[in-house]
C-alpha cells in the first residue's frame, strides 16, 4: 500500500455504451476506495474527439447510478481538482507537453500521414516492427522550433531511451519488464493541439493526486511508456493494479463488444443500460460482476455491497481471466429477486409494466406480486406474466389450450359449466374458491388438472400463469365468470 490517501479513478472514454467490462473495472475501485476509505472519482477522457458519441456520456452517467457506484469528485458532482473532463484541461496538457520539450525529452515530428504510412508499409517489407523511424528525432531543436514558429504542421513525440530495461512492479502481476529496444517514440500531442491518451492520462493522474491505477490487462502494453513519462518529468507514479480480461461465455475469447442472441432469441447483453432495460437487480449485477476475477474464499457467492466493500482488497483478485455465465447471473438475480419485499418488488416492477404498455396500478400489483415473485428470473418478465390482470378481454387464444391432457371438448365444457356454476354464487376468496372448486373435481370424476386447466385457460388466455384461486380472486367474480362464460362460446361456436 501506498503511504498516500487511496485516491481511485474510473477514466472511461466516451466513445460508446457502457460495457461491463468498464463496470467491473468501476466497481473494483469503488470497491478499492471504500474499504480504505478512500475517494472514488470518476474522469471523463475524451480527448479522441473522431470516436466521441454525446450519447455515451448520459448512458455512463446513468449506468453507474443504477450500479450504486457514487463517484465522490467527478463531472455533476464537482471537487478541488477539476475539470474532470479531459477536453476542458487542454491548456494543462500543453504546457507540460513544452516542458518535455525545453527540456528535449520530446520533439516536433513534421511527418506527413502518407510519409508514416510509406514507412510503416516499408518496414514491414523488411521484417521490422511497423512502427516510427524516429526520423525526425535528431533535427536540430532551434531548426524544429523555427518551422513550428514558421506554421509547419506537426505532432509532438516522445524520446523513448533507445537501451535498457523497465521494470514496474503490478499489485497483480507481479514485476513485469520492458525492453526500451522495441518501444515506440509515441505521439505526445496530436496536429490539432489536442493530447493523446497517454500524455493526459499521466497528467491528470499526477496533478489529480491518484494513489492506485486499477485498469484491465489491456493497458498493460502502455506500462512502459507511462513509466517513462512519470520519469521525465519527475513524478512519482501511482501503484499499478492490472485487472484480468473477462471472457465470453465459452471461454474463448474476450467478452464481445457487441450484443447477441441466443439460439431461442433471447438477447445476450454486454452493455450496462440492456441490463436495466431487461430488469436485472442492481444487487444481483454488482455482486455478479465482483466475483468475476475476485473472491473472498472458495465458496461465498452471495454478498452485500457492505461485505463486499469489507472483504475487498487486491490479494484476491485472481490473476486469470474469469468467463462470463449468463446462466451463472440469472440465478444470482432470481436470488435477490426473492429476497425484495413485496412493497419493494412491486415498486420496482412497476416502471417495466408501463414500459410493456400496461397500465396497472400499485395496490392490485400489491396482491399479484406474491403470486409471480418466485417465478421471475429479470422484471421485465413480469408483463408477459401479469397481463391478463389489467386487459379487459383477452386476447384471442387457439380455443384447443381448453382441452385437458388425455381429454376433449366435451369434458372441458363439463369443467367449465361445472365452475360457472359453483363460482356464481360464493363470497370470492381464495379459500372458498378453492373448495368449490375441488369439490367439483370430486363430484365430476375428474382429475385436479382437467378441472383447472380448462378454467385457467379460461380467465388467464394461457396454461401457465400463477396459481390459479389466488388468480381468481384477484380478478374477482365479475372478470372471471364472464371469461368462462366466452370460453364455453368458444368451445361451443368453433370446430375444435
Known sequence: ?????????????????????????????????????????????????????????????????????EWDEGPEVGGDYGPYVQSERLDLYRRNCQKLIDNRQAYYCFCTPERLKSVSLERQKQGLDPGYDRHCRNIDFEEAAQ???????????????????????????????FDNAVLRDAVLLKSDGTPTYHLANVIDDHHMEISHILRGDEWVSSLPLHWHLYRAFGWEPPVMAHLPIILNPTGKGKMSKREQRAPDGKILPVFVRTFKELGYLPEALVNYLALLGWSVDDKTEFMTREELIEHFSLERINTSPAAWNYEKLLHFNGHYIRQLSIPELTDRLLPYLSAAGIKSDREKMLRITPLIQERLNVLSEVAEKVDFFFVEQLPDYDPRELIPKKGDVQMALLALQKAAEVLSDIPFTRDQIENVLRESVRSLGLKAGQMFQPVRVAVCGRKVAPPLFQTLEILGPEVALERIRLAIDKLQSQRV
Open 1 to 69: 500500500m501506498s503511504p498516500k490517501p487511496v485516491r481511485v479513478r474510473f477514466a472511461p472514454s466516451p466513445t460508446g455504451d457502457f460495457h461491463v467490462g468498464g463496470a467491473r473495472t468501476a466497481l473494483f475501485n469503488y470497491l478499492f476506495a471504500r474499504h480504505h476509505n478512500g475517494s472514488f472519482i470518476l474522469r471523463i477522457e475524451d480527448t479522441d474527439r473522431k470516436r466521441f458519441n454525446p450519447q455515451a456520456m448520459q448512458w455512463l452517467l446513468d449506468g453507474l447510478r443504477y450500479l450504486g457506484l
Open 147 to 177: 518551422k513550428v514558429r514558421d506554421g509547419a504542421t506537426y505532432t509532438v513525440r516522445f524520446k523513448i531511451p533507445r537501451d535498457g530495461k523497465v521494470i514496474v512492479k503490478d499489485l497483480i502481476r507481479g514485476e513485469i519488464e
